[in-house]
C-alpha cells in the first residue's frame, strides 16, 4: 500500500521483497511473535532513517493476529507517531478545545 501524504515511495521491486522478507521469516511478526503475517514493516521507520534494504524489513500484521487478536502494524505505528511528537514536544495534534455542550454563555451582558 501506498502511503497517500509520504514523501516516501516503494521500490519497483517492493513485491518481490516483500515476499522474500515473509518467506525468509516464516511469516512471524517481529512484534508479537505468532505466525500469519501478511505486511512488511519497516523496523526502523522510513522517517527516522530506515531503508529499504532487507535488514531493515521484518513481516508484521496489518490484520488482527490470529493468535492474540492485536494489529501489531497499527499499534507499532501509533507508538512511533506518539515518540516522535513528544521528541519534538508535541503531545497532542490539536489543542483541547471544551466540548460544545460544556461553553458557558456570557451572563454578565457585557460585549452584547
Given at each position: 500500500?501506498?502511503?497517500?501524504r ?19 521469516h ?11 503475517a ?29 493468535t ?7 499499534v507499532?505505528?501509533a507508538?512511533?507517531?506518539v515518540?516522535?511528537?513528544?521528541a519534538?514536544?508535541?503531545t ?16 454578565t451582558?457585557?460585549?452584547?
Open positions: 500500500m501506498a502511503w497517500s509520504s514523501k516516501h515511495t516503494q521500490p519497483p521491486d517492493w513485491r518481490r521483497r516483500k515476499a522474500a522478507v515473509l518467506a525468509a516464516a511469516h512471524l511478526c517481529h512484534v508479537c511473535r505468532h505466525g500469519g501478511e505486511q512488511v514493516d519497516h523496523v526502523l521507520n522510513q522517517a527516522r532513517g530506515g531503508s529499504d534494504h532487507p535488514d531493515n524489513l521484518a513481516p508484521i500484521h496489518q490484520a488482527p493476529c490470529p492474540c487478536g492485536q494489529r501489531c502494524h497499527v507499532k505505528t507508538a512511533e507517531s515518540a516522535a511528537r513528544a519534538q514536544g508535541l497532542r495534534k490539536r489543542p483541547t478545545e471544551p466540548h460544545p455542550s460544556e461553553k458557558r454563555c456570557d451572563t451582558g457585557v460585549g452584547r
